[in-house]
């Protein structure tokens, strides 16, 4: 199927596993990016990608790492979950060039315990 | 750096009520985008629009309206005799154009004014 997918959409994990979010999608997208949404925080960039193998870290990067061998693929790892990455997690896409329009995942639902 | 500011957190309407829903921004900046994004209780995230710094019309779209002021680092959402199902949070962003494509179109987004419409 077209468009832009995540996975897994629901995850509970134990404080200190490793644990790696999966964001693909089918439209040859230049631009994915990472975003974590709290409540009164609205969504905060984790990282961001311009092109496979160029990555730059957003607001809140610390914890979390990203790959992108891959013009379709952008995982999320958390290298050492804590509490405070109970989260949703928002991948989204877009085309190069002047800021536009992103297209956003469905969103994973993080609980760490 | 930038910020964008909703200040109503939470707004309820009866349906078939006009709302406006505030967006405040800062940047340094003269060329920057603006957008408004939906998220219903689906979850997903829904564009509605991107205005750029230097088109300062006022937009309309059905129900929806946009008030662009840059007098005012405003950037107001107002829908006419709401319904229902525009019950949502609304998220208001900002980008600013990029010195080098490579250096990304970061959006920053406002925390977000949850909007509830009653029947």
């Known amino acids: 199927d077209a468009g832009i997918t995540q996975s897994p959409r629901y995850k509970i994990t134990e404080t200190g596993r490793q644990v790696t979010l999966m964001c693909h999608q089918t439209?040859?997208?230049?631009?994915m990016f990472w975003y974590r949404q709290d409540l009164g925080h609205g969504l905060r960039l984790i990282y961001y990608s311009a092109a496979a193998d160029i990555t730059d870290k957003g607001e809140v990067p610390d914890g979390y790492v990203v790959s992108r061998s891959k013009t379709e693929n952008f995982p999320l790892t958390l290298e050492s979950a804590t509490r405070s990455q109970t989260s949703v997690y928002f991948c989204a896409s877009m085309l190069a060039g002047v800021p536009n329009e992103q297209f956003f995942g469905p969103g994973t639902r993080l609980t760490v315990l | 750096a930038q910020k964008v500011t909703q200040a109503q957190t939470e707004i309820s309407v009866v349906e078939k009520e006009d709302v406006t829903l505030d967006c405040v921004y800062e940047?340094?900046?003269?060329?920057?985008?603006l957008f408004w994004y939906k998220q219903p209780p689906s979850g997903e995230l829904v564009f509605l629009i991107r205005r750029n710094s230097f088109d300062e019309q006022n937009e309309i779209s059905g129900r929806y309206s946009w008030n662009f002021q840059k007098s005012t680092s405003s950037f107001n959402f107002t829908i006419t005799a709401s319904q229902v199902v525009d019950s949502a949070v609304y998220f208001c962003a900002l980008s600013e154009a990029p010195p080098i494509e490579e250096y990304g179109n970061k959006l920053v987004f406002g925390a977000g004014t949850i909007l509830r419409v009653k029947s």
């Open positions: 439209w040859s997208h230049s631009y």
């Open positions: 940047t340094r900046d003269t060329t920057y985008y």
